[in-house]
């Protein structure tokens, strides 16, 4: 999660809205003053995403809004049937994007199970962290913090190399031995086509152009064994 007492003091400032994006975050947490809050609460509005590689999946493409206000929510349930509150007769433009009864199903179900698949991610992180820091490895890693609060759900577990190169060596190696990995994200978003009318160019982000081309997601599942992380990681160090 963000620094939300930085948010929180922003929004009370500037009397603004906020719309948390929690599609990656559901189940981690964070503190304003002495309150802990879940992710997806500190908001006006928190929009959760339940696609499949979620840690919280449907079976397709899937999603939830939640608000304390009334006439956000009521907004919400219009925008989502056609901008509708009586079937046929339309008040505003919207969509269809009804969450669809089986997907509402199979998160019935799998709700039941995401604390554990949670502690499970957390698990995994204490043991990459643990190998590599046996091994020292010249790799940035998440470190699991205890805060007395989950400030990290650990959706994807990112590392970070000295440069291109070595990252690529990596991950080619990891592939050869059948590890899957993936880049998130390869092209930063002011080096977009669709954001090209805005006018950015290479070096106006430096931070996040270089971590384009240095990180790498490595495996990390709540079945993800710990003999397979020792493989994953066995397999890095002899590449580095």
């Not at 204490?126 to 890693?141: A, C, G, H, S, V």
């Not at 669709?194 to 160019?201: D, I, L, R, V």
């Amino acid at each position: 999660t963000v620094d939300f007492e930085k948010l929180d003091f922003l929004k009370q400032k500037f009397d603004v809205k906020i719309l948390e994006d929690a599609a990656q975050s559901i189940g981690s947490e964070g503190k304003i003053g002495n309150i802990v809050k879940k992710s997806g609460t500190f908001g006006d509005i928190g929009i959760f995403s339940f696609f499949p590689t979620k840690n919280l999946g449907a079976y397709g493409d899937a999603g939830a809004i939640v608000t304390n206000d009334d006439q956000l929510a009521e907004r919400a349930r219009m925008l989502r049937q056609h901008g509708s509150k009586k079937k046929y007769y339309h008040e505003m433009v919207g969509y269809n994007s009804r969450l669809d009864s089986i997907h509402a199903a199979i998160l019935s179900i799998k709700l039941k199970y995401l604390e554990e698949w949670t502690q499970r991610r957390i698990e995994i992180a204490k043991t990459y962290q643990r190998l590599f820091e046996e091994k020292k490895l010249p790799i940035k890693y998440p470190k699991v913090e205890e805060k007395g609060y989950r400030s990290h759900v650990y959706h994807q577990y990112v590392v970070e190399f000295e440069d291109e190169k070595t990252r690529d060596r990596v991950r080619e190696h990891l592939t050869k031995n059948e590890i899957g990995t993936a880049l998130y994200y390869p092209l930063p978003l002011h080096l977009q086509k669709c954001f090209a009318e805005y006018g950015y160019k290479q070096g106006d982000f430096p931070v996040a152009e270089k971590l384009s081309k240095t990180t790498l997601a490595l495996p990390i599942f709540p079945e993800l064994t710990d003999e397979e992380i020792e493989f994953v990681v066995e397999k890095i160090s002899e590449v580095l």
